[in-house]
C-alpha cells in the first residue's frame, strides 16, 4: 500500500505552534468556539468517560470549558496532549507530547477522545482517525472538530488573484481543507459507527487583512505546506492582494470579512450494544397511517 502524500510539514508546524505559545491567548476565539461545543454535545450523552484525552490541546481551552459543564463529573481523568511542548507548559494536570500522525495510546483504552482544531494539518486524516478508533474501548466517543473548505476563501482568492496578475501565474499560498460534504465519509472510512457531521460557519470581520494574517500567525496557522511555492511571496503580491481583498470584499462600514468552516465528527468505536438501522422492508406499519394521511397511489403511465 502507498504512503499518503505529504501535503504538511509537520515539523514546521511544531515550529509555528511554539512560537505562537506566548501569544495564542491573544487570538483563541475559534479554539473557544469549537471546544465550547463540544463540551455542549458531551452535556448530552448521559454516562461516564473516566479515561479522556484532548489531542491537540493547545492552551486548554476544552478544559477550560469542561471545568464549567454539568458534564465535568463524567469526565474522569483528562490527559492534554499536544504537538506542542510550549502550548502545554504551565498547566496543571496530566500532559503529553503527542503527534495525531503517530498516537502512542493503547489499543482500547480511552473512553473520550476530543479533538478541536489540530486534524486539518494531519497529511492523512483517515489514517490519524483510525488510529484513534483503535485507541477507544469498545463504544468509546469520539468528538472532533477540522477547518473546512471554505475556511479563508476571501483570503485565497485575493491572493491567487495579486498573484496571477502580478507574475503571470498562481500556486498555493494558503493551505487546503476538507470538503464539509465528505466530513460523515472521513468517519465511515474510518471505521466509527453511528457517524454524524456538522458545520458550522463563522465570519470574523478584520479592520484590515493584516490583521486578520496576525491572528493566523498567533494562532499558529499558517500555511505549512510541504511543497512550498517556487516563488517567494513578494511585498508587491502581498500588498495587492490586500487591495484586492479590501476592493471584492470590504463592507459598508469598510471592514473586511473572513470566513471559517468548522467541520465537527461525531463517531463512536463500534460496539455490539449500538443500535442498528433496520434493514429494508422490515417496516411494521405504513408511513401513511403513522402520518394518518390517505395514502394516493402514483398515475401510471399509458402505454
Known sequence: MSAPPRLFNRDLLRTRLNRAAAVYA?????????????VVRLEAIMRDFPLAVDLGARNGAFADALALSDAKPRVGHLIEADLSSAMLSGR??????????RLPFAFGSLDLVISTLSLHWTNDVVGALIQIRRALKPDGLFIGSMLGGATL???????LAAEAELTGGAG????PFADAYDAAGLLQ??????????????????????KLLADLRAMGETSVLAERHPRLLTRQVLARAFELYVEKFAEPDGRVPATFEILTLTGWAPDPSQQK????????????????????PLPRDED
Open 189 to 210: 472510512r474510518s471505521g466509527f459507527a453511528l457517524p454524524v457531521a456538522d458545520v458550522d460557519r463563522v465570519t470574523v470581520r478584520y479592520a484590515h487583512p493584516l
Open 277 to 296: 438501522p433496520l434493514k429494508p422492508g422490515s417496516a411494521k406499519m405504513r408511513l401513511a397511517d403513522a402520518l394518518g394521511v390517505v395514502e394516493n
Open 92 to 101: 496543571a494536570g496530566p500532559r503529553l507530547v503527542a503527534d495525531e500522525e
Open 26 to 38: 491573544n487570538a483563541d476565539f475559534l479554539k473557544r468556539r469549537a471546544a465550547e461545543d463540544a
Open 172 to 175: 498555493p499560498r494558503v493551505s
Open 153 to 159: 476563501t476571501e483570503l485565497r482568492q485575493s491572493m
